[in-house]
């Protein structure tokens, strides 16, 4: 039906009441909002279940993840990379980080190291003793991240000299090694050996000289889907996904 123009109303003034009153009726574009997390390497795949998990409940909300040595993360927080969210391989590794950035820290996983070897064992490690026999090819995380600080602190407490033959920048790249068959055994996180399903076999080291972590996850903005996905990962469904990957409660 052709819109008559009132008497007295102008074809300009006439036009601009027009495209409001049709603005006034469309429906509303959904919101949208990326949150941008920035975690430790051993979270890869607990963090990639949780952000599916967190987006399906929450329509128009994106989250980017991206991964590495805890250490990196926040080299690059403190030299200003765009970052909502922060989650850490131990409380310590938060140590170096501009306190000024943080709004808020909260503990939600922990985690214990465990030998890592290959699927068959060949080189038949059966305990953390085995790690300093000669000749025996050794991986260990590079000593500034948080996975070959702790490994060091267990050598230490057990009175061994690991036969490390390389250290990686994190604990994915140190695991990969024995995937790929180029080491006997690596010192890594349960959850990284749960994770690797078949690909490896996990040999326990005993609590008594085990390295706990707890890992604390750093809100760096005020943006509410930010705070809405700690709440999740905090939460009880987000706790649920964090033990079947093999983390602890913090």
């Known amino acids: 039906m052709r819109r008559m123009r009132p008497r007295g109303l102008s074809p300009a003034a006439y036009g601009i009441v027009v495209l409001a009153l049709a603005a006034c009726g469309s429906p509303a574009a959904p919101a949208t909002d990326?949150?941008?997390v920035l975690a430790a390497a051993s979270l890869t795949e607990a963090f990639d279940q949780l952000s599916g998990d967190f987006t399906a409940d929450h329509p128009g909300v994106t989250v980017e993840l991206s991964y590495g040595s805890s250490a990196t993360l926040v080299q690059q927080v403190d030299h200003g990379a765009p970052a909502d969210v922060l989650a850490l391989a131990g409380e310590s590794a938060a140590d170096p980080l501009d306190r000024s950035a943080v709004r808020s820290s909260t503990p939600f996983a922990g985690n214990v190291l465990e030998i890592a070897v290959p699927s068959t064992n060949p080189a038949h490690v059966?305990?953390?003793g085995?790690?300093?026999r000669a000749g025996l090819k050794v991986v260990l995380c590079a000593p500034a991240v948080p996975c070959g600080r702790a490994a060091d602190a267990t050598f230490a407490k057990a009175?061994?000299?690991p036969s490390a033959v390389s250290r990686?920048?994190?604990v994915k790249a140190t695991l990969s090694k024995v995937r790929l068959g180029e080491a006997d055994a690596a010192v890594v996180y349960h959850s990284d050996v749960v994770a690797a399903g078949v690909a490896v076999t996990g040999v326990p080291i005993p609590e008594a000289v085990n390295t706990r972590l707890r890992y604390p996850i750093i809100t760096?903005?005020?943006d509410p889907s930010a705070q809405a996905f700690v709440d999740y990962v905090v939460g009880e469904r987000g706790q649920h996904t964090l033990r079947?990957?093999?983390f602890t409660s913090p």
Request: aromatic share 4%.
């Open 34 to 36: 990326t949150v941008t």
């Open 126 to 128: 059966t305990g953390i």
């Open 130 to 132: 085995d790690l300093g």
């Open 159 to 161: 009175g061994i000299i």
């Open 168 to 170: 990686e920048v994190d």
């Open 220 to 222: 760096l903005t005020g």
């Open 244 to 246: 079947s990957f093999g």
